[in-house]
């Protein structure tokens, strides 16, 4: 993949997720209109979620017609080429249906197997985050890197966590994290979290199970921000999802091992 076509590819990923968030931020302040299911335990979706998600799959599909789509809320189409877009309309849906301004528009687009290009737009903050690989990663144009910590001790620890998961793997994680000097947040948007861990306002993200959607782009960013992520889509990551651990190399050895003692799987 030339650097040229990188480079297109980011700015449509970017012009679209700015108007996939203008569209999710009307809805946002008009909350008492949306219709609103329940899919599983703490896991809703709104009309707000499918228009949003309908809206960038038009897009992308009047620019990249060879391209398949991964999207959260309607699956997969199938594409001709080597390139997936992997998209989550709104990323943090219990947050964004409460009035509270914690969810994002998030876009990656997975060439041969390899998350290529990387986008979390903010709409309540009007924040972009931006990365393509080789490329590095960027906040509303400038350059961000990850915190230079070296223990937990340092900063705040964002730990995702959703039912399809156990209990037990983040209640004794943040029991260890808190008896050693250090601190916990939840995000609500495993997007932000991601994002926020590659510009250095946290020191890491670990989440025991996370879908692609939620994941792709924050991963990337975390990488090009000059930090380290485990191999998410290793063997069905893509389609089934994967524990996430995510940080600068300074903790590297500190969060695999939180890791590794307390989330049941990682591939």
């Known amino acids: 993949m030339q650097t ?8 449509v990923a970017e012009a679209v997720a700015r108007e996939a968030g203008a569209l999710a931020l009307r809805r946002f302040r008009k909350l008492e209109t949306l219709t609103v299911e329940k899919k599983g335990l703490q896991d809703i ?7 949003v998600e309908t809206r960038i799959r038009e897009r992308l599909a009047s620019l990249f017609p060879e391209d398949a789509v991964l999207g959260e809320e309607q699956g997969m189409t ?9 998209v989550d309309p709104i990323d943090g849906t219990w947050c964004f249906l409460n009035g509270i301004g914690a969810w994002c528009v998030s876009i990656a687009c997975v060439i041969a197997g390899r ?3 990387g986008v979390i737009f903010d709409p309540c903050s009007g924040e972009m985050f931006a990365a393509s690989r080789g ?3 960027r906040l509303d144009g400038r350059r961000i ?6 223990s937990l ?6 730990i995702g966590f959703s039912h399809r998961s156990r209990a037990t793997e983040v209640g004794p994680l943040i029991t260890e994290l808190l008896e050693r000097g250090g601190m916990y947040h939840r995000h609500g948007s495993g997007a932000l979290g991601l994002a926020w861990t590659a510009c250095g306002r946290l020191i890491g993200y670990l989440e025991p199970h996370m879908n692609s959607w939620d994941c ?8 090009e921000a000059g930090g380290f992520t485990n191999d998410f889509l290793a063997d069905d990551g893509l389609t089934e999802g994967n524990a996430v651990i995510a940080g600068p190399p300074t903790l590297r050895e500190v969060l695999e091992d939180l890791a590794r003692r307390h989330f049941r799987r990682i591939r």
Do not use: C, F, K
Request: glycine residues 10%; without cysteine; proline residues 2%.
């Open 4 to 11: 040229l076509s990188l480079a297109s590819r980011l700015a």
């Open 45 to 51: 979706v709104s009309a707000a979620d499918r228009e």
């Open 78 to 86: 199938a594409g001709d080429g080597d390139a997936i877009w992997v």
């Open 115 to 117: 998350t290529e290009i």
């Open 135 to 137: 490329a590095g990663a």
């Open 145 to 150: 890197r990850v915190t230079p910590a070296r």
């Open 153 to 158: 001790e340092e900063g705040t620890l964002s």
């Open 216 to 223: 792709l782009a924050g991963l990337l960013l975390v990488e």
